[in-house]
């Protein structure tokens, strides 16, 4: 995967940005506040469709534009997937201020020129994005983890996006119909539908997270286990809110509550764990009807990130916290790799940062071979090895604007 080309509007603090990009790596050095960072949350967001810095969209846009009743952000790029498979995509995020001071913001999506529903444009760039606010995934919210599996599943699995789309609109519809039962407005048999729904698409995206998790712990392989401080092998947990028995055996997390792993044989049947799913779901409904809300579910899955028997969220240092962070990364990459056929984008802001000077050299090894194409941050390109800048583009960047290019010395 390569981004050739890169044209920005209104986005942050870039007003009118657009240059072609090199084919290599490419270093963006700058102080803080010039733009670095949201050079790559714009290229994420052709990924995602989403920030991962914010949940509202209304944010991304210039401040000045913002004082028009009509402002609009583009993002616009030409992505090739292969000699002779280039797409071209644009996402607007537009904001609108209507009568009686109503703001609304909402996307669109063009592939080509024409224009598409989110859904159908997800998983034309790939990329996979690290960003030093992702060290909170770790010992953070749950919502954070779910959030970074959707949107890494969705990539590269229409068909999971669309579930996902499916299964929240599902989940809205019987958490307003338990309200409604609470309120007397509605009888409890009338979440019978609702429930069969949910069962069927919660069994669809667990099934897929399952698996993803499976495949990301069989990609962390051993020659990454020495980049964690040479700790036990690091291991992804999958916690599914499937509300099943405790198992005699558990995944004991010191430091962290036990995590009762359900059956292997269930998360790998999917037409089995949808007749569990709503054979729990009607069980629990009197339970749900009181709380007003559905329990269980995708909504409330987690991951858990352990090595050497520790949960890191109690229990790692910073640097292992930020060195099992990138592992996962680099995970990300080989799977989208495998399920594409054709390497993702790599994205990878302030990358060095707390690291030793031998962890650096590791870090870098492994990330350069793992994408076509990697953008870099950093506030000072001393922070990496030579060796590493001879074959990287630099990119000197100053209140939006590229100030200096140092091409590569050798490729």
């Not at 996402?91 to 598409?116: F, P």
């Not at 919660?202 to 990454?224: C, G, I, S």
Request: net charge positive; charged share 25%.
């Amino acid at each position: 995967m390569l981004l050739t080309h890169l044209a920005l509007e209104n986005f942050r603090l870039f007003v009118h940005f657009a240059r072609a990009l090199p084919r290599g790596p490419l270093l963006i050095v700058g102080p803080n506040a010039q733009g670095k960072t949201s050079l790559l949350e714009a290229v994420a967001y052709l990924a995602t469709f989403s920030s991962a810095l914010t949940r509202a969209d209304k944010e991304i846009i210039h401040f000045l534009a913002l004082r028009e009743p009509l402002s609009v952000a583009r993002i616009r790029a030409t992505c090739q997937r292969g000699p002779m498979d280039e797409v071209r995509l644009e996402v607007r995020i537009i904001h609108q201020v209507r009568a009686s001071n109503h703001n609304q913001t909402r996307k669109e999506v063009l592939v080509n020129g024409v224009r598409r529903k989110l859904v159908d444009a997800l998983g034309l760039c790939t990329a996979v994005l690290f960003l030093p606010q992702m060290l909170r995934w770790v010992d953070g919210a749950p919502e954070l983890r779910r959030r970074f599996l959707n949107q890494s599943l969705a990539q590269v699995d229409p068909a999971y996006a669309r579930a996902l789309l499916e299964y929240n609109r599902a989940l809205a519809q019987r958490n307003a119909l338990l309200k409604a039962v609470q309120e007397g407005r509605a009888r409890a048999d009338d979440l019978a539908v609702w429930d069969q729904t949910l069962a069927l698409l919660a069994a669809r995206l667990m099934r897929a997270r399952a698996q993803a998790v499976e495949d990301w712990n069989r990609l962390l392989t051993a020659r990454h286990h020495d980049l964690l401080y040479r700790t036990e092998p690091l291991r992804l947990v999958y916690r599914p809110a499937l509300d099943v028995p405790e198992a005699p055996a558990q995944v004991r997390l010191f430091g962290g509550a036990e995590a009762p792993e359900p059956p292997a044989e269930l998360l790998a049947d999917e037409t089995a764990l949808a007749e569990h799913l709503l054979q729990r779901l009607t069980q629990r409904r009197e339970h749900d009807i009181r709380r007003g809300n559905t329990g269980l579910g995708p909504q409330r899955d987690d991951l858990r990130f352990v090595a050497g028997g520790l949960d890191l969220a109690a229990y790692g240092s910073r640097g292992q916290v930020r060195t099992a962070l990138l592992l996962l990364k680099l995970a990300e990459a080989a799977w989208y790799t495998e399920r594409t056929g054709h390497k993702p984008l790599l994205l990878l802001d302030d990358l060095l940062a707390e690291l030793d000077a031998t962890r650096r050299e590791d870090i870098l090894r492994h990330f350069f071979a793992a994408g076509d194409q990697v953008l870099l941050t950093a506030t000072d390109e001393a922070a990496y090895p030579a060796a590493y800048r001879e074959r990287t583009e630099v990119w000197r960047l100053q209140a939006g604007q590229v100030v200096e290019v140092q091409p590569a010395a050798r490729a």
